[in-house]
């Protein structure tokens, strides 16, 4: 069964306090893994899109890279801004279908 | 550029009452999305729309039907709500095409409680 896990749940940092976020995945023939940030309140928002393992991209403080079994979401020097919910998401093969975890609840502490 | 427009924003109902939630997309994208969002749950694929005219089942599509009505609008039904329809539903569309492509573009949701 394709099946999409993060962690941890939750995460506080202090701001500068770098850390990574876990998204792990089980699909057959990944056709690629996506990224969002929620704030309270608002929809997902997108941040990246990885389509094969090795493949690595950047906004600002975060990174996010992946492997064959699972991807992290690296965040430099956070900020009390870069507090929200970091959803990981993969497509099922063959189909327009989406699957997401269950997030990862980051505070940033001033 | 609006995006994707939800409406209601906020809903109350009682348990049998029917109700409809609209989305619109102003993308020209040709796939759209219902998801529900709960507590600890993340988010759920309810149905889908992969074009104009097509539409699939997701993962928890009991107790709803959905409606293409043309490329832009997406809507959702509950028939006869019940307080395990208690939620928050969101809209999405994809981008097909050009830099954000594979991207979901989503609404602001509707707050749904069902008494």
């Known amino acids: 069964e394709d099946q999409v896990t993060q962690s941890p749940e939750a995460l506080r940092l202090q701001e500068g306090e770098s850390s990574s976020l876990n998204c792990s995945y089980t699909?057959?023939?990944?056709?690629?893994l996506f990224w969002y940030r929620q704030d309270p309140g608002k929809g997902p928002e997108f941040l990246f899109t990885l389509y094969s393992a090795g493949e690595e991209k950047e906004k600002e403080r975060l990174k996010a890279t992946l492997t064959k079994k699972e991807s992290f979401l690296h965040i430099t020097a956070p900020k009390p801004e870069d507090s929200a919910t970091y959803l990981c998401?993969?497509?099922?093969?063959?189909?327009?279908?989406?699957?997401f975890g269950t997030g990862t609840r980051l505070k940033v502490l001033a | 550029n609006a995006g994707v427009t939800q409406t209601p924003k906020f809903q109350v109902l009682k348990t049998g009452q029917s109700m409809t939630l609209q989305c619109a997309q102003d993308?020209?994208?040709?796939?759209m999305y219902w998801y529900r969002q709960d507590p600890g749950m993340g988010l759920r694929l309810i149905y889908y729309?992969?074009?104009?005219?097509?539409?699939d089942k997701g993962e928890v599509p009991n107790g709803y039907n959905v409606s293409r009505l043309n490329k832009r609008e997406f809507s959702l039904r509950l028939e006869s709500a019940a307080p395990s329809q208690t939620s928050v539903y969101f809209c999405a569309s994809l981008s097909n095409s050009g830099r954000q492509y594979n991207e979901q573009f989503f609404g602001p949701g509707t707050r749904l409680t069902v008494l």
């Open positions: 729309s992969a074009s104009e005219g097509t539409t």
């Open positions: 699909v057959s023939g990944l056709r690629g």
């Open positions: 998401a993969v497509q099922a093969p063959g189909t327009y279908k989406y699957i």
């Open positions: 993308m020209n994208h040709n796939s």
